[in-house]
Nanobody, 124 residues
């Protein structure tokens, strides 16, 4: 079992940047594929990005894929997952959740473990 705690959210102006962090504790962090999801007000939670256990493979939602705006990474030695968010837009406003699963193909869909979320608000 793994426990996940997100941090780094806040209020930022459009065009700005934030880096979210997710610190894991419990079972060995490198055993897990990791992901980021977000939930905007009145909308369902959606997948944002995922990374495999050693960082060699990443995947992104179509809404951010190819834009370079969001970059997922991990530091296994620090038990920490990151999401670098650049050129933020008001529509990026949401609660961002960190997630974990033993299976990379699953972490983007129905991960077993979730953090409590961190609020990101982008003002126009």
């Amino acid at each position: 079992q793994v426990q996940l705690v997100e941090s780094g959210g806040g209020l930022v102006q459009a065009g700005g940047s934030l880096r979210l962090s997710c610190e894991a504790s419990g079972r060995t962090f490198s055993s897990y594929a990791m992901g980021w999801f977000r939930q905007a007000p009145g909308k369902e939670r959606e997948f944002v990005a995922a990374i495999n256990w050693n960082g060699a493979s990443t995947m992104y939602a179509e809404s951010v894929k190819g834009t370079g705006r969001f970059i997922i990474s991990r530091a296994n030695a620090k038990n920490t997952l990151y999401l670098q968010m650049n050129s933020l837009k008001p529509e990026d406003t949401a609660v961002y959740y960190c997630a974990a699963d033993m299976v990379y193909s699953i972490v983007a869909k129905t991960p077993d473990y979730w953090g409590q979320g961190t609020q990101v608000t982008v003002s126009s």
